[in-house]
């Protein structure tokens, strides 16, 4: 039956007293999704997966706040969830093709990073000032000597039989040469040509007996100088070695229960003694960055860098990463290349920052925007 509707039915009405504010500013923002039981079902029976590969796909009508609601969902998920460790790659100085990657615990990259900066600025003063002392000069001198004086009593004995043979020892520039003395001068080549045959016999006889015990004493000469060689070798060693060795130490005492970071640190020590030279030059200290740009891939120590891919220093709780274009490249990182010469070179400086390690919450947007993917890789 048709019939009028007085004017107070037209509209529904609610009573202000029902509501515990006065303004809608006093009101916090919704946090859960409305209406939607069994999608937050879904969504907490998926994030409660602790295996890795698992995957959740969200669907709906663009502009209905699916993204902002599940990120709010995913970020009070992953506030109960342990911090994911750091991860950086280092050189890896035996193999330079295969660098090395160190997982630390949360902030721990950056300091390292800092830390082998400083190891390697500090070994540059401290290397070159121990070299520079009056100590080191005159163990130098004295090691010098002490082969020298064995050097010159070699040919001083070769030169005494020499001299009872009636030969005497020439140096030129195509080597040592004996030449017979007569009366106490060099016999020349008419006055060797004048004497009888068997004169010119046993003088030829002599002299080859002579150079014998010469080239015997010439390969004891070169013995000792690789003797000294590698005595001076040995001193530098001993003197970096001790000037490093507190800078190194007190690093491995702080890293001393991340067995990966001792042997890098064992690694650079052993390469810094092996590359002298380049530690032995006037240090000068320049700012730079965490590791050098393309570009400058002739700077020596670029090899004792650290690149921190992932810092995760000032998070709490998982990470929530949301990917608006998940191509390989984003997802896995990337390895840049440099030209050099007319080829492409790459190092593990050029490694680029994956989106992910360890336990997390990601959520991944895909065109057109009437969806997403979560992701949870083993969320513990």
Same mark, same amino acid.
């Given at each position: ?10 509209r529904?009405t ?13 009101v916090?923002?919704?946090?859960a999704i ?8 879904? +969504?907490?029976f998926?994030?409660?997966i ?9 669907a709906?009508?663009?502009?209905t ?15 109960e969830?342990?911090?994911?460790g ?7 100085f035996h ?9 630390l ?16 600025e ?9 070299f520079?002392s009056?100590?080191y000069?005159a163990k ?12 010159n009593?070699?040919f ?6 020499a ?7 020439q140096?030129?520039?195509?080597g ?8 106490g ?9 004048s004497?009888?045959p ?7 006889r002599?002299?080859?007996r ?17 003797g000294?060689?590698e ?17 190194v130490e ?8 991340i ?6 640190l064992?690694?650079?020590?052993d390469?810094? +003694? ?12 320049q700012p ?7 570009g400058?891939?002739?700077l ?6 650290v ?6 220093s ?12 998940p ?12 030209a ?7 190092d593990?400086?050029?490694?680029r920052?994956?989106l ?6 990601a959520?991944?947007?895909f ?7 979560i992701?949870?890789p083993?969320i513990?």
């Open positions: 039956m048709i019939g009028k509707v007085s004017v107070e039915r037209l529904k609610c009573d202000l007293r029902m509501l515990d504010c006065a303004t809608s500013q006093d916090k923002p919704l946090e409305i209406g939607q039981e069994r999608a937050v079902r879904s +969504l907490q998926g994030l409660g602790k295996e890795p590969g698992f995957n959740i796909y969200v709906g009508m663009s502009g706040g699916r993204t902002t609601a599940v990120k709010r969902f995913l970020e009070e998920v992953a506030r969830k342990p911090v994911p750091d991860l950086c790659y280092v050189n890896n193999d330079p093709y295969r660098p090395k990657a160190l997982c615990p949360p902030g721990q990259a950056k300091e390292l990073q800092e830390d082998v900066k400083g190891l390697v500090g070994a540059r003063r401290e290397i070159r000032s121990a520079e009056d100590e000069g130098r001198e004295e090691t010098v000597k002490a082969f020298q004086q064995q050097r009593e070699i001083a004995r070769i030169n005494e039989r001299q009872k043979e009636g030969f005497l020892i140096a030129t520039p195509v040592l040469l004996t030449i017979p003395l007569k009366e001068k060099p016999l020349s080549d008419e006055e060797f040509q004497l009888s068997e004169k010119g016999e046993e003088i030829s002599k002299r080859e002579l150079q014998d015990d010469l080239k015997t004493a010439i390969r004891q000469a070169r013995g000792l100088e690789k000294i060689n005595a001076l070798e040995e001193l530098d060693r001993e003197v970096a070695l001790y000037a490093l060795g507190h800078l007190d690093l491995k005492e702080k890293y001393q229960d067995p990966e970071v001792l042997a890098y064992d690694d650079v020590r390469d810094i +003694l092996e590359s002298l030279s380049q530690f032995r030059e006037e240090f000068q200290a730079s960055p965490p590791f050098p740009m393309p400058t891939r002739e020596p120590f670029r090899k004792y860098g690149n921190v891919l992932v810092d995760n000032e998070l709490e709780g998982a990470p929530v990463v949301i990917e608006l274009n191509t390989y490249n984003n997802l896995f990182g990337r390895i840049e290349k440099e050099q010469f007319g080829a492409l070179v790459t593990f400086t050029m490694i920052v994956v992910f390690t360890g336990p997390m919450v959520t991944w947007s065109p057109p925007r009437s969806c997403c993917a992701y949870s083993g513990a």
